[in-house]
């Protein structure tokens, strides 16, 4: 899984409306993200927060700044 930070310093992640974790975040809207180091036993990183589930057509400009954030 990829993820990417825009503007605002939110951490973004592209998934479709019925996978799992997009259900399971309308519901309970608290997540963890995990980023790890790619070497073994590296650094590492959590960040815990509220989240928000954004679907089309609201999504489509947050959507097109995270592939803008992942291209750079």
Not at 53 to 72: G, K
């Amino acid at each position: 899984m990829t993820a990417g930070v825009d503007d605002t310093r939110r951490i973004m992640v592209s998934t479709y409306p019925e996978r799992a974790n997009a259900v399971t975040l309308r519901r309970h809207p608290t997540a963890s993200v995990l980023v790890l180091s790619d070497e073994w036993n590296g650094p590492w990183a959590q960040v815990d927060g509220k989240a928000e589930v954004l679907d089309l057509p609201d999504a489509l400009e947050p959507l097109v700044d995270y592939y803008r954030s992942m291209s750079d």
